[in-house]
T-cell receptor, first 116, second 111 residues
Framework: GAGVSQTPSNKVTEKGKYVELRCDPI?????LYWYRQSLGQGPEFLIY????????DSGLPNDRFFAVRPEGSVSTLKIQRTERGDSAVYLC??????????????FGPGTRLTVL | GQNIDQPTEMTATEGAIVQINCTYQ??????LFWYQQHAGEAPTFLSY??LDGLEEKGRFSSFLSRSKGYSYLLLKELQMKDSASYLC????????????WGAGTKLIIKP
């Protein structure tokens, strides 16, 4: 069965540009998460979707970051006016329900974003 | 604040046993996860503990002591492919979905 997929796998952009990162979760999973991971660190929570709505966006670092999940499946993380400090691996995960204690998150391969 | 501590790096020999420790101080606790992450790849789920004790799954076992805020991952019969980072993550009580992650332990296996 298909796991979580993310595109592109690598994205190189210039400072100030706009980027979109896509996540396709495991079919049927209602919960979707975005994380950011820097080298040698654990994932840093960005945002959590339950269905189509962003249930918790408290991890988004500032208003340049935005994410949508319009049909409750595919999600897009959007970053405006990119800065060099945004360079990281952006991980997406999905889980069946999100609100049960035994729910396990399954991760995609990530998008490595490099801002020059 | 929330804090999860793991050793930065460990080295072990192929065929041996290694124990990776994780200690946590968090505002709540509703389970602890261990994930494996190979360089340049996504974290993959290894184990989940919510009650005290040992959970065994093949060559991997995970232990939890909630009173001590402590967990360990035990890897037996080490193989070269076990060279990876091992991440400990705690689920908080007030939000069943949000995980607080440690920085990971890089495990190097030598022949």
């Amino acid at each position: 069965g298909a796991g979580v997929s993310q595109t592109p796998s690598n994205k190189v952009t210039e400072k100030g540009k706009y980027v979109e990162l896509r996540c396709d979760p495991i079919s049927g999973h209602t919960a979707l998460y975005w994380y950011r991971q820097s080298l040698g660190q654990g994932p840093e929570f960005l945002i959590y979707f339950q269905g189509t709505g962003a249930a918790d966006d408290s991890g988004l670092p500032n208003d340049r970051f935005f994410a949508v999940r319009p049909e409750g499946s595919v999600s897009t993380l959007k970053i405006q006016r990119t800065e060099r400090g945004d360079s990281a691996v952006y991980l997406c995960a999905s889980s069946p329900r999100g609100v049960e204690s035994t729910d396990t998150q399954y991760f995609g391969p990530g998008t490595r974003l490099t801002v020059l | 604040g929330q804090n999860i501590d793991q050793p930065t790096e460990m080295t072990a020999t192929e065929g041996a046993i290694v124990q990776i420790n994780c200690t946590y101080q968090t505002s709540g606790f509703n389970g602890l996860f261990w994930y494996q992450q190979h360089a340049g790849e996504a974290p993959t789920f290894l184990s989940y503990n919510v009650l005290d004790g040992l959970e065994e799954k093949g060559r991997f076992s995970s232990f939890l002591s909630r009173s001590k805020g402590y967990s360990y991952l035990l890897l037996k019969e080490l193989q070269m492919k076990d060279s990876a980072s091992y991440l400990c993550a705690v689920r908080l009580m007030d939000s069943n979905y949000q995980l607080i992650w440690g920085a990971g332990t890089k495990l190097i296996i030598k022949p």
